[in-house]
């Protein structure tokens, strides 16, 4: 009688921290909702920097706030909730800051599958938690479309002036993120959370 009670127990026990460590849908919705006001900060300070440089200084200008003003905004995103904040693309302008993890690759694969399926660009999002040899993590991504502004320094070289190649090939050695064109997708806003 005490083997069984202890053998229920224990059973209970796992049973209260197999209950922990599976999320509920509303904690998913509440992740994804702060992930998804997280990321959408972080590309409303992006969109407004780069605005502004484009439209007073012109893409040379541009060019460089993508390679140090945009890093720290996402490192401050970061630092302000805690939780890892990026971007990432299939084809990385640096590849030392925008290469994409297994899952992020998947994720943007997924997002090109859906925008040819008719979705709208700027709506495609994904979240999910997901087991990682560091850890349980909630994942979220929101896809960045190419907008009209991009193409002057991620569009076609052909049509880019001499002095964006020039400080791209400079500034970005291993650049593969030029040929877009509006609307395709470019990559996305990632986060990571731990939980």
């Known amino acids: 009688n005490a083997v069984r009670m202890a053998i229920a127990a224990a059973a209970m026990s796992a049973g209260v921290l197999h209950a922990q460590t599976v999320p509920a ?5 509440r992740l994804t909702d702060e992930a998804r006001k997280v990321a959408g900060d972080l590309v409303a300070q992006i969109r407004a920097e780069l605005s502004r440089e484009l439209e007073y200084s012109g893409p040379m200008r541009a060019v460089i706030v993508c390679k140090y003003t ?74 960045l479309p190419t907008g009209p502004l991009c ?5 076609p070289a052909e049509r880019m002036t001499d002095a964006v190649r020039s400080l791209l090939a400079t500034e970005y050695p291993h650049d593969r993120a030029t040929g877009f064109s509006a609307g395709q997708i470019r990559g996305a806003v990632t986060i990571k959370r731990p939980l």
């Open 151 to 155: 193409v002057s320094c991620h569009g």
């Open 25 to 29: 849908p509303a904690d998913a919705r």
């Open 70 to 143: 945009v890093p720290e905004l996402s490192s401050n995103a970061s630092r302000k909730s805690g939780w890892r904040v990026s971007r990432v693309s299939l084809r990385p302008r640096n590849p030392a800051l925008g290469g994409a993890d297994a899952w992020e690759q998947k994720t943007l694969l997924d997002f090109e599958r859906r925008l040819v399926a008719g979705e709208k660009a700027d709506a495609l999002e994904h979240s999910e938690f997901v087991t990682e040899p560091g850890g349980r993590y909630f994942r979220f991504m929101k896809a």
